[in-house]
C-alpha cells in the first residue's frame, strides 16, 4: 500500500510506438487514439505518441490531440537526433517535430561506438555534437527533454568512458531525464543494478544542480539532484521486468515499457506488472489505488483494441493469475486466501476463480457452485455426484475449466433444475464443393420443439457450423427475440487422439456473447460437427439462462 511519503515513480507507456512493433500487431489512428485516452484514464504521466513525420498516421494522431488534448498525461513525441554533419536548426524531421506541438520530446542517441562508427558511420566526436545540438535546439525552441541513451548497457561494458560522455552531453544541453536503454533485452539484473549505481553516481558527482521550473507538470520533486536517471528495458532474455525493478532499486525514477509487454521480438518491459510489483510490493507510488484497480481492465481493453488475444497466464491481469485447480489448493484458499494468493486479486482488478477439471476435489465443485449462485453446501450428496459426472466426461474428452457455462448446465440438470428452452429434435447439413470455387456453401436444416410446438428451419452459411448456428438462431428467434443480440465470437477446435487419423475424437469450444457477458461451451464427438452441435446448441441455451436469470432479477427488484 503507498502512502503520501511513499517514493514517487513515474511511469512512461511506450505502447503506441516501441509496442506496435511487435510482429502482427497494426492500429489505426482512432485505435491509437483509444489506448491514449485509456493510459490517461490509468494514470500513466508520459505517454510516448509516435514519430511524428516517420509516417501520415502519427502526424494526425498529434494533430487530433492537440485538438483534443488528455487530461492528464503529457504525449510525448519521440525521435533520433540530426543527422550527421548537418545542423539540427535545418534537419526536416525536427520540423515535425515541432509541429507536433508537444511539451516534451523524447530524443535518442547512440552510447555505444559500435553503433556510432557501424551504424550511423561517422566518429565518435560527430556523434556527442548530433547529441547537444539536437538538445540545444529544442530546448530553444521550448522543448523540455527526455534523453533516451540507445544501446546504453552494451555501450556502457565496451567503452564505459564514452558512453560516459553522451550522457554529459545530454545533460549540459539540456536534457531533464537521463534513460538508460538495454535496448538488445540481453543485460541480466546483476549488470543492470551495479551500471545504474555507477550513473547515480558519476552524475550526482558532475554537481549540475536542482531544477528551478518546478511549477510545470509532470515534474519530479524540484530539491532532487539534477539528472533524473530512468531505465528502459527489453525482455530477450525474460528479465525485462526484473532488469526495471533493478534499475529502480539502484536510483532509477522512471520506467518506461508497455501494455501487456508488447514490443518487438520478444517485447518490452511489461507495465501491468511492473506497475504491481513496485506499487504493491516496493511500496513506490505509480499511480492512485484506485486506478491499479482498473489495471485488468486496461489490460484487457488494450489487447482488444490491437486484436490480440490476451494473455490469459499473464501475472497480475491474466485469466488465470489467481485461478485455483487443486482440490487441496481450493479447500486451503476459501479458508485463508492468503495460502495461496500473493496479493488480492481485487487490488488490480482481478479476481478468484475456482477452476473445475478431473483434478478437482468437492471442494472446488461447492466454491464454482456459488460463483454460479448455487448453494451446495447442505447438498453434499448431489455435489458429490456432480463431481463424478465431471471426471466421467472429463474421461471421454469434455474439458470444463475453459467451459464454464457448460459445467454450469451439467449442475443444473443434476439437481434436477435446468431449464428446457427448446428441444433439438435433429438436423442435417449438407455441403456444396464446386470444383475450381475458392468458397463453399453450407445448407443445414433443423427441427427443434418449443413449448411442444415443432418448428423445421433451413439456413445457408459459408460454412457446416455457420449453417447449423444459423439455421437454430432462425427456429428460435420468434420464441426468444434476445437470441439476435447472441454473437459467437470464439471457436476452436482440438483433435483428441490425432494417431487414429480421421476417425479421431474432436473437441469444440465455443465462446458466445450478448455484449455484456462472455460465455464459453464444450462439445466432444467423433464427429466434428456432432461436437460443434453440442457446443453451439449449449452456448444458445446458456445465454437464454442468463437472460432468464436478469429478467428474474428485475421482477424481485421492482
Known sequence: MTTNSSPQLWLYDTTLRDGTQREGLSVSIEDKLRIARRLDQLGVPFIEGGWPGANPKDVQFFWQLQEDPLKLAEIVAFCSTRRPNSTAATEPMLQDILAAGTRWVTIFGKSWDLHVTTSLKTTLEENLAMIRDTIEYLRSQGRRIIYDAEHWFDGYKHNPDYALQTLEAAIASGAEWLVLCDTNGGTLPHEISQIVQDVVQVTGDWGLGTRKDSSQFPIPNPQSPMPQIGIHTHNDSEMAVANAIAAVMAGAKMVQGTINGYGERCGNANLCSLIPNLQLKLGYSCITEDQLTQLTEASRFVSEVVNLAPDEHAPFVGLSAFAHKGGIHVSAVERNPLTYEHIQPEQVGNHRRIVISEQSGLSNVLAKARSFGINLDQLKAEAKQILQRLKDLESEGFQFEAAEASFALLMHEAL???????????????????????????????????????????????????????????????????????????????????????????????????????????????????????????????????????????????
Open 416 to 558: 434436477g433444475d435446468r431449464q428446457k428452452f427448446f428441444e433439438v429434435k435433429g438436423f442435417q447439413v449438407h455441403c456444396d464443393l464446386i470444383e475450381g470455387k475458392e468458397t463453399s456453401n453450407a445448407l443445414a436444416t433443423v427441427k427443434i420443439a418449443v413449448d411442444g410446438k415443432n418448428i423445421l428451419e433451413a439456413a445457408e452459411g459459408n460454412g457446416p457450423v455457420a449453417a447449423l448456428d444459423a439455421a437454430l438462431r432462425k427456429a428460435l428467434v420468434n420464441f426468444y427475440p434476445q437470441i439476435a443480440t447472441f454473437d459467437l465470437t470464439d471457436y476452436k477446435v482440438r483433435i483428441l487422439n490425432g494417431h487414429t487419423g480421421t476417425a479421431a475424437k474432436t473437441r469444440v469450444l465455443v465462446e458466445s456473447g450478448n455484449g455484456r457477458q462472455r460465455w464459453t461451451t464444450v462439445g466432444v464427438s467423433t464427429n466434428i460437427l456432432e461436437a460443434s452441435y453440442q457446443a453451439v446448441v449449449e452456448g444458445l441455451e446458456y445465454g437464454l439462462l442468463l437472460h432468464s436469470q436478469a429478467e428474474a432479477v428485475v421482477k424481485a427488484s421492482s
